[in-house]
């Protein structure tokens, strides 16, 4: 009998601290892609609420019972009724990745919204595979690669995606923006309660509205009460994996940041453990990839996986009702239009520090886990993300002001030149960033520990997949280009030392 009462959901007090927690983080995101979608993608609203978040709706209610319903089973177990549901919801910075290095490219290429949408859903359900295969494959990838490259070039995409072009928001909207990060600051870094316990997500975008309906950047409005029923898009997710086929060049932003995505699932699911939650981790990832691939197929491109920060919900007292009622309350604001009320409500500059908040920490995270002395790698790992920002701003704005045809080799010599603008640098480090931030970030820490044999081995991975043009390459092709060359150049070089032996200096390290 006990078992039974345990196994029935029963709402707690903290259920409703952990509710308004997940359920701002997860508007935060849908504001923010939908923001980016429409204003900068050019997707037609129709496209983005009628199609793209009824799917969200649907990976995230799949997630939410189904981590819910694990929670349940584990407090039956082990009889007892403390036991926290997995946070889960959109990947934040997988998110980012699809937006502008999936979606984006292939919109600015060709000004097709429908064909971006297309490539984006493909790219989603790919995803969903790549993370279920994590299952069982991912403690092998763990254990031969460092946490320096994985998290490294994590912290890459965090700081310059999910940290930098938000912050941008909120000093372009200072009036919104800072009141708001200021409370961020406040409940989450500085750890200050706030008023009746209220979570500083909410309070932060709450404020943001308040101060945005007396500047008048906060309307009321709500486009339509249509409902908007979540219906698989076979047709659509078929040519978007056709595209794929001619642009093969998209599986080397895809592949490896869901490889990141299924790791970075391991880890907050052995975090839930250390709280004195034990759940399954492979069956974790296997709902984190079918969820995305479910999602794919009723329409939305974007990812879904556990948060971090399982011990944060469990001392609110969340329990496991929080994650059930966060998925029912996005499957049918979903449908009915309120998510796009509350985009025109809810101001982006209002969200953003919340996501300011996610990429700072995501970032102290991979200093913070990984081995002393690889604080280097890390640092190391940043820069091509770095450039890959410059990159995309600087060629935008050539293609904005000058046309597709202006970045010539004239030019970026002249740039390099005058300006000191390393246009043919910064492109080549942006092809490929994700994978060439965590091979150097793995390469540069091996070097570190004088594991000489594995840091050739991981340059001779980046000289194969530089001959291949997956990085430092516009598009696919076997060509010996100048950076493949000083690839096997220094692969060679590690080879040497590695061959005569060379020694590292007594008590030299960072």
């Known amino acids: 009998m006990q078992n039974s009462s345990l196994a029935r959901l029963r709402w707690h007090s903290g259920d409703w601290n952990g509710f308004w927690a997940l359920f701002a983080d997860n508007l935060a995101n849908m504001v923010i892609l939908s923001g980016v979608l429409i204003g900068i993608f050019k997707f037609e609203h129709d496209l983005v609420f009628g199609r793209i978040l009824p799917g969200l709706g649907v990976a995230l209610l799949f997630g939410l019972l189904c981590y819910a319903y694990l929670a349940r089973r584990l407090a039956a177990h082990e009889k007892r009724d403390t036991v926290t549901a997995l946070p889960y919801g959109i990947s934040t910075p997988v998110m980012f990745v699809y937006l502008f290095a999936v979606i984006g490219p292939v919109y600015f290429a060709t000004s097709d919204a429908l064909l971006a949408y297309r490539v984006g859903l493909g790219a989603g359900f790919i995803g969903g595979l790549v993370e279920m295969s994590g299952a069982f494959v991912g403690p092998a990838l763990r254990r031969v690669t460092p946490r320096a490259g994985m998290l490294g070039t994590l912290a890459g995409i965090a700081l ?28 989450l870094i500085g750890f200050y309660r706030l008023p009746f316990g209220l979570p500083a997500g909410l309070v932060a975008i709450g404020l943001g509205v308040v101060i945005a309906f007396f500047t008048g950047e906060a309307e009321l409005r709500w486009e339509t009460a249509a409902w908007h029923l979540p219906l698989p898009v076979l047709e659509d997710l078929r040519l978007g994996l056709q595209a794929i086929l001619h642009r093969p060049e998209i599986l080397a932003v895809v592949i490896p940041i869901e490889i990141y995505n299924f790791i970075e699932t391991m880890n907050n699911v052995e975090s839930a453990k250390a709280a004195g939650d034990d759940y399954p981790v492979a069956r974790c990832q296997v709902i984190d990839g079918f969820g995305t691939a479910l999602g794919a197929v009723f329409g939305s491109p974007f990812p879904t996986t556990v948060y971090i920060g399982h011990l944060a919900y469990k001392r609110l007292g969340a329990r496991t009702g929080y994650a059930l009622l966060v998925g029912v309350v996005f499957f049918f604001a979903s449908m009915t239009g309120v998510i796009a009320f509350l985009r025109h409500l809810i101001p982006e500059a209002s969200v953003a520090p919340l996501l300011v908040f996610v990429g700072i920490v995501i970032a102290q995270q991979a200093f913070r886990a990984t081995p002393a002395g690889h604080g280097v790698a890390v640092a190391f790992a940043l ?64 070097l570190i520990d004088g594991k000489l044999r594995a840091a050739m081995l991981f340059s001779g991975l980046a000289f194969l997949l530089a001959l291949c043009g997956l990085i430092h390459a516009p598009t696919l092709g076997f060509t010996l280009s100048p950076l493949a060359l000083g690839y096997m150049l220094l692969t060679i070089l590690l080879g040497l030392c590695e061959l005569f032996k060379v020694k590292k200096l007594e008590g030299s390290e960072f």
């Open 160 to 187: 310059v995606w999910i940290a930098a072009v938000p912050c941008a928001l909120i000093f372009e909207n200072p009036v919104v923006g800072l009141p708001a990060l200021f409370i961020i600051l406040l409940g």
């Open 383 to 446: 820069i091509p993300h770095l450039a890959d920002l410059l990159n995309k701003q600087l060629q935008g704005t050539i293609l904005e002001l000058l046309g597709p045809r202006a970045a010539t080799p004239e030019l970026m010599a002249r740039l390099a030149e005058r300006q000191g603008v390393h246009l043919q640098g910064y492109a080549a480090l942006s092809q490929g960033a994700i994978l060439t931030g965590l091979l150097w970030g793995a390469i540069v820490a091996f």
